[in-house]
């Protein structure tokens, strides 16, 4: 699972999280260079190769982060890091290479394999050693300033600093608007440091970009979408358009809550303040849910309690999660994966209990790794991780460079696809409730639901957008905070607590700026999940309401998840999806469906009340 408010460790361990640190091998000539030599029998070996290291790297890469994240010590942070590093020169080298070849006619799936190794690269490293370096120290330099980031009230009492695991906390408890302005202008301060770095940054990475035949980093960024860069940035505004009346609703009626409690700080007809929506960010508003649900709109049972009540071990919640694959129709979990995952938090050691998947020898040496606790969150959370894993698994036997999801999004997609169908009819089926409540009273649950995935959106959306302006040229050093908060008013409908001129940085107060990992694929996962979830509904049969529908024990959901997975990223994204939902175009208004109940209870809450900014 990779929450975007705070995971700081890659989602499904595979071929993402390439940072280019190698210094260049060769000076490669621009492309389609005269006196270029190369032959088609020349890029197939080159390919062979690649794929054959990739995969030896992969794995010793896989393995020292797993150790790494399951005994943190010293010894094993630095392998895991030399492994890492091993990985990402290799590729970087690759990359690089693989324009030797960007004129030889080739079968269109190896021609694919060439491009894809291009854009794999986060960051295309500049051919000159000395700028190679340069781009490699300022990323670790900004991921190190945020990684050390503390706000401290008073410098000279180190009991007053606050991390961000701290603030996180303070900002989703506090209801006290002094103390979350005070708070939320504080860990904005970690990030004044970075500007200057973030300028020559952009200077280097467009460099590197450049060099492999793209306009800047950020059109290498969207050419990973099977369109050209433009058609892409217009796609996203097309799905944003779709479900923008749900998000316009949802901040009204949050609005009129937080006016309620908060007075004339919230205006009734403007932006909601950025510190009043319980996250850093505003990213994810559930942690305001006490303060915007009413009474009669909470979730009509507890399935925490429930999990309390019948003492399920981490294992037994686990096995309750493999069962919902087998009845897909989909091969038992081997039994390496009960030996070797963790699901426990130890107490003789420090480990990483962000919940991951993995897929160590990348055929079928899967795990989790979690900390699970008897809990809602992590019973939801388990299903999401295998769909991870049963997503590895399908596409196993392809190329290495193919052993990946159709595009960034769909991994993401696929496990909180599987997530939605944790429903009250799917705990009735497996005997952990009952009997399912009627569906009048599930107000509380959609509310809760769209206070974290609706609320999202936008945020999602506009990360990259402020990037690609920044990388382009459009926006400039003397404009980053200008523009960083036209995005921020034009898509979320918030605006900071005090002016923010460009003596501020405030894009670089989130983890994703200065660790240099793009954004966009959170979106698309957050618009993909409901369009796949209600696709695989229909197949399943369900006829009620989406969010009632679970694909548990359905054979023929089964098989259009399997058609879709086992193509892994060989084929354009829309063929996947066409495998999956019947359509090639990405779809918001599935999202409008599942919230359909949600949106007339909030059209009924705003009558007569103001909507947008
Ligand atoms: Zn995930």
Redesign the pocket.
């Known amino acids: ?2 929450r975007p408010a705070s995971s700081a460790f890659p ?2 361990v595979l071929l993402l999280l390439l940072v280019a640190g190698a210094a260049a091998a060769c000076r490669v000539g621009a492309p389609g260079a005269p006196g270029s030599s190369a032959t088609a029998e020349e890029a197939l070996r080159f390919l062979q190769e690649v794929n054959d290291t990739a995969a030896r790297l992969a794995v010793e890469q896989q393995r020292a982060g797993w150790v790494a994240s399951t005994y943190i010590t010293t010894d094993t942070q630095a392998i895991a890091a030399r492994a890492n590093q091993a990985f990402i020169d290799a590729m970087a080298r690759y990359a690089r290479e693989a324009t030797r070849f960007d004129d030889v006619e080739l079968p269109p799936d190896a021609r694919r394999q060439l491009e894809l190794l291009k854009v794999m690269l986060v960051v295309a490293t500049p051919s000159d050693a000395g700028e190679a370096e340069e781009l490699a120290n300022l990323m670790a330099s900004m991921e190190a300033t945020y990684g050390r980031g503390t706000w401290c009230a008073d410098p000279a009492k180190r009991e007053t600093c606050l991390d961000i695991e701290q603030i996180t906390e303070v900002m989703a408890s506090s209801r006290d608007p002094q103390r979350l302005r005070q708070v939320w202008e504080g860990w904005h301060t970690i990030a004044i440091p970075m500007k200057k770095d973030y300028a020559r940054f952009v200077e280097l990475a467009n460099k590197g970009a450049r060099e492999l035949g793209f306009a800047d980093a950020g059109a290498m960024w969207r050419a990973k979408y099977d369109m050209p860069p433009d058609a892409f940035t217009k796609e996203l505004d097309r799905l944003w358009e779709q479900v923008r009346p749900l998000y316009v609703s949802l901040h009204a009626y949050v609005r009129m809550k937080l006016r309620q409690r908060y007075g004339d700080l919230v205006p009734a007809d403007g932006p909601i303040p950025a510190h009043l929506l319980g996250n850093i960010w505003a990213q994810d508003w559930s942690n305001i849910a006490p303060l915007v649900a009413e009474g009669s709109v909470r979730p009509a049972f507890s399935l925490t309690e429930i999990l309390k009540r019948r003492n399920m071990s981490a294992t037994d919640m686990v096995r309750v999660g493999e069962r919902f694959f087998t009845s897909l129709g989909f091969e038992p979990l081997p039994p390496t994966f009960w030996e070797r995952s963790l699901f426990v938090q130890p107490s003789d050691r420090a480990v990483v209990c962000h919940a991951s ?1 993995w897929n160590i020898d990348l055929v079928d040496d899967l795990r989790i790794k979690m900390c699970i606790d008897p809990t809602e969150e992590d019973f939801t959370t388990i299903h ?2 295998l769909g ?1 894993n049963f997503y590895q698994r399908a596409y196993n036997s392809l190329p290495v460079l193919f052993r990946d999801s159709a595009n960034d999004g769909f ?2 997609a696929l ?1 909180d696809t599987i997530g939605l169908s944790v429903t009250p009819e799917y705990l009735v089926k497996i005997g952990l409730l009952d009997r399912a409540p009627d569906a009048s009273g599930d107000i509380g649950l959609l509310l809760g639901r769209a206070l974290d995935k609706i609320a999202f959106l936008p945020f999602g959306l506009l990360v990259d957008q402020w990037r690609w302006q920044v990388f382009s040229g459009e926006v400039g050093p003397d404009a980053y905070n200008r523009a960083w908060w036209d995005l921020r008013l034009k898509y979320q409908g918030v605006a900071p607590p005090s002016p923010r001129g460009e003596e501020f940085f405030d894009p670089g107060a989130k983890y994703h700026v200065p660790a240099v990992t793009p954004y966009t694929r959170y979106f698309l996962a957050h618009i993909l999940q409901f369009q796949f979830h209600r696709a695989l509904a229909q197949a399943a049969g369900c006829t009620g309401p989406l969010h009632r529908c679970s694909i548990y024990e359905s054979e023929e959901a089964g098989k259009r998840l399997q058609a879709m997975m086992e193509m892994g990223l060989s084929r354009p994204w829309p063929e996947a999806l066409e495998a999956l939902t019947g359509s090639r175009e990405m779809d918001a208004t599935a999202i409008r469906d599942y919230f359909a109940p949600l949106q007339a209870w909030l059209d009924r809450q705003l009558e007569g009340q103001p909507k947008g900014w």
Do not use: D
Request: hydrophobic share 25%.
């Open positions: 699972m990779t989602r499904v998947a999401h991780e991870h991994h993401e496990g």
